[in-house]
């Protein structure tokens, strides 16, 4: 199975899935594309790559499109900055 990763962040909670699945499934060999530049939505057409991760919602037909996570983008400042008094 070659999964493509375009969330960088993602790649500790998934190592750590991976490992899992490998365990529970030996047979099966997975393999990870991490890129900046790769687009995997026309590599998925053409049956390039198996499973898609990604912060985008790329929908196209033939495709299933399901959210793995809720999650809020959050930004951390100091406590003493100037930002900190902002709205």
């Not at 790769?38 to 912060?55: E, G, K, M, R, W």
Request: with cysteine.
């Amino acid at each position: 199975m070659l999964i493509s990763l375009e969330c960088h962040s993602c790649v500790e909670w998934l190592a750590s899935a991976m490992a899992a699945f490998r365990r529970s499934q030996p047979n099966i060999d997975l393999d990870l594309r991490l890129g900046t530049s790769f687009d995997p939505l026309p590599s998925l057409c053409a049956d390039a790559v198996d499973l898609i991760i990604t912060s985008e919602r790329a929908e196209a037909p033939g495709i299933m499109v399901e959210p793995l996570f809720r999650y809020h983008i959050v930004g951390l400042v100091p406590t003493g900055s100037t930002l900190a008094a902002k709205a």
